[in-house]
């Protein structure tokens, strides 16, 4: 998993059916010191994140669709957990 | 699979229910000689890795089939502490 920021919503009405009811968030990765590396991707939602969140994206297919509920969907990215906190050492 | 140290912990009260009791750790992989590479991985530990120790970790798909890792949205799992690295 990688930590990430969400930094936007995307909307989609025509889509894949399994897309349904699922939140599309634009996500910005992070490093250890919290500045953005790389793009911004888009990732499915589980848990209720928004904008400005600080969040845990897992990028596997089975994972990410299995994270909304979904099974045999096409996802390959979702917001697993919120980050309350990052401890280094 | 890749080598890692074990840098630090993400706390996540609000995530996914299946990743409860979990520990995730911050894994920065190292090379051979344990010089620090590019990029970080949070992964779920199964081998109760502690902080600054060497070890694999796999990523993707097989991160499931990690020890208590099946049927879990995980992509990266900690799955060994390392010995010894020999090169020639």
């Known amino acids: ?89 | 699979m890749r080598l890692a140290t074990i840098i630090g912990t993400v706390v996540a009260t609000r995530k996914d229910s299946r990743l409860e009791g979990k520990k995730l750790l911050i894994c920065q992989y190292v090379n051979p000689d344990g010089e620090d590479e590019a990029g970080y991985v949070v992964a779920v530990d199964t081998v109760s890795a502690g902080f600054h120790e060497k070890v694999l970790i796999v990523q993707g798909s097989s991160a499931r089939m990690a020890s208590g890792c099946k049927d879990i949205p995980v992509d990266a799992a900690v799955v060994g502490i390392v010995d010894e690295v020999s090169q020639d």
């Open chain 1, 1 to 89: 998993m990688i930590i990430a920021k969400v930094v936007g919503n995307v909307v989609a009405t025509q889509k894949e059916p399994t897309h349904h009811g699922h939140k599309i968030l634009l996500i910005q990765p992070l490093d250890l010191s919290g500045a953005e590396i790389g793009d911004a991707f888009l990732a499915l939602d589980d848990v209720d994140a928004g904008v400005g969140d600080r969040v845990l994206v897992v990028q596997e297919g089975w994972s990410a669709a299995a994270a909304v509920g979904e099974e045999m969907a096409p996802i390959d990215a979702s917001v697993v957990g919120v980050v309350d906190n990052v401890d280094i050492t």
